[in-house]
């Protein structure tokens, strides 16, 4: 490790004083439900950030035919996006209400020490934990629930994103852009559904295609319809958008693109202190990792976000950007009228 990169530890962890202890004005988290994003910090300072977290389970419509019992945090796939500054202690307070008995805990990647949190944060059924950690490290981070068995539990929904902004910048640390987006990919594995499985068309967790890496469905934000049908994302020709993308796996990496766009700036790995890669148009999300992505919408229309390996999309794996405005017949022309594919779930 260079001397700047140990410069940079000793300048957020110079106080030796107890977590505990620390004199710091306390705020409430501002938290959001997919696909939404808290505003940027503007404050200068650090904070006692509290985050409360509830562990449940709900019966989702996980595809066109089936149901499916997921695990959540504050009763959301993924859970609630986090935002947070560098030097800011967060105190988590995780609330276990999953009626199933399990236990459950965070293991956030943001956070420093053994676990990732995960020893401090378990958490029975019916009981609440509390827990405080100093946030060193500036980026977007994964966290998700890491309670035995762990690949079950991610596997079930249990997953989230929190993003660090730097100490600098009123913007996050990031250039300002017009709309700022949540979107998150996952797989899930399931048996095929019972005669008499109540309600009908609820399906349940399967080991052996999860151990075989063979998943039923891959969706962002939780189900096939989280942003078609429900939520598309929105924007209007002229504007900025950005995509804090994150891939909870459990098993499989991500290639996220979306179709007749690119990638203006992409900071790879959640890393803000590096500079972006400039005009990428695919980016390679592995289970765990998160990316931050900024596109200018110049055409209106709707934008398929995929993943490239692109016969997940028969799975679930797409979402849409519609973006509103006046063509652009300087850029993207023809004497003829579009034709979509009959049945095209690309391109709408």
């Given at each position: 490790?260079?001397?700047?990169e140990?410069?940079?530890?000793?300048?957020?962890?110079?106080?030796?004083?107890?977590?505990?202890?620390?004199?710091?004005?306390?705020?409430?988290?501002?938290?959001?439900?997919a696909?939404?994003?808290?505003?940027?910090i503007?404050?200068?300072h650090?904070?006692?950030?509290?985050?409360?977290?509830?562990?449940?389970?709900?019966?989702?419509?996980?595809?066109?035919?089936?149901?499916?019992?997921?695990?959540?945090?504050?009763n959301?796939?993924?859970?609630?996006?986090?935002?947070?500054?560098?030097?800011?202690?967060?105190?988590?307070?995780?609330?276990?209400?999953?009626?199933?008995?399990?236990?459950?805990?965070?293991?956030?990647?943001?956070?420093?020490?053994?676990?990732?949190?995960?020893?401090?944060?378990?958490?029975?059924?019916?009981?609440?934990?509390?827990?405080?950690?100093?946030?060193?490290?500036?980026?977007?981070?994964?966290?998700?629930c890491?309670?035995?068995?762990?690949?079950?539990?991610?596997?079930?929904?249990?997953?989230?994103?929190?993003?660090?902004?730097?100490?600098?910048?009123?913007?996050?640390?990031?250039?300002?852009?017009?709309?700022?987006?949540?979107?998150?990919?996952?797989?899930?594995?399931?048996?095929?559904?019972a005669?008499?499985?109540e309600?009908?068309?609820?399906?349940?967790?399967?080991?052996?295609?999860?151990?075989?890496?063979v998943?039923?469905?891959?969706?962002?934000?939780?189900?096939?319809?989280?942003l078609?049908?429900?939520?598309?994302?929105?924007?209007?020709?002229?504007?900025?958008?950005?995509?804090?993308?994150?891939?909870?796996g459990?098993?499989?990496?991500?290639?996220?693109?979306?179709?007749?766009?690119?990638?203006?700036?992409?900071?790879?790995?959640?890393?803000?202190?590096?500079?972006?890669?400039?005009?990428?148009?695919?980016?390679?999300?592995?289970?765990?990792?998160?990316?931050?992505?900024?596109?200018?919408?110049?055409?209106?229309?709707?934008?398929?976000?995929?993943?490239?390996?692109?016969?997940?999309?028969?799975?679930?794996?797409?979402?849409?950007l519609?973006?509103?405005?006046?063509?652009?017949?300087?850029?993207?022309?023809?004497?003829?009228?579009?034709?979509?594919?009959?049945?095209?779930?690309?391109?709408?």
């Amino acid at each position: 490790m260079g001397d700047s990169e140990l410069g940079f530890y000793e300048k957020v962890d110079a106080s030796p004083e107890s977590l505990a202890t620390s004199n710091l004005p306390v705020e409430q988290a501002v938290l959001t439900t997919a696909p939404y994003v808290p505003p940027p910090i503007t404050r200068t300072h650090p904070a006692l950030l509290q985050v409360d977290l509830t562990t449940t389970t709900k019966v989702t419509q996980l595809t066109g035919p089936y149901k499916y019992e997921q695990w959540t945090f504050n009763n959301t796939v993924p859970g609630p996006f986090i935002r947070a500054r560098v030097g800011d202690v967060i105190e988590l307070r995780l609330t276990n209400h999953d009626r199933t008995g399990n236990p459950h805990n965070i293991d956030s990647h943001a956070f420093t020490g053994p676990g990732g949190g995960s020893a401090l944060t378990t958490v029975e059924e019916n009981d609440t934990k509390t827990a405080r950690f100093k946030l060193l490290c500036p980026g977007l981070f994964v966290y998700h629930c890491a309670a035995a068995p762990v690949p079950v539990h991610i596997a079930n929904g249990m997953y989230g994103l929190i993003y660090v902004q730097p100490e600098d910048g009123a913007t996050g640390g990031l250039p300002p852009v017009d709309h700022e987006y949540y979107v998150m990919q996952s797989e899930f594995y399931h048996e095929p559904p019972a005669p008499d499985a109540e309600p009908p068309g609820l399906v349940e967790f399967s080991y052996p295609n999860a151990l075989r890496e063979v998943p039923s469905v891959v969706v962002f934000n939780g189900s096939e319809a989280a942003l078609t049908r429900e939520r598309p994302l929105k924007a209007a020709a002229g504007e900025t958008v950005r995509v804090f993308f994150g891939n909870a796996g459990p098993n499989l990496t991500s290639s996220f693109h979306v179709i007749g766009s690119h990638f203006n700036r992409c900071w790879r790995d959640g890393d803000v202190l590096s500079p972006p890669g400039r005009f990428v148009s695919t980016v390679s999300v592995p289970p765990g990792a998160a990316t931050i992505v900024d596109m200018e919408m110049i055409v209106p229309g709707t934008y398929a976000l995929v993943d490239h390996a692109i016969f997940r999309l028969d799975k679930g794996a797409v979402g849409y950007l519609n973006v509103s405005g006046k063509p652009r017949e300087d850029v993207y022309q023809s004497v003829l009228p579009p034709e979509p594919c009959a049945g095209c779930k690309l391109h709408p």
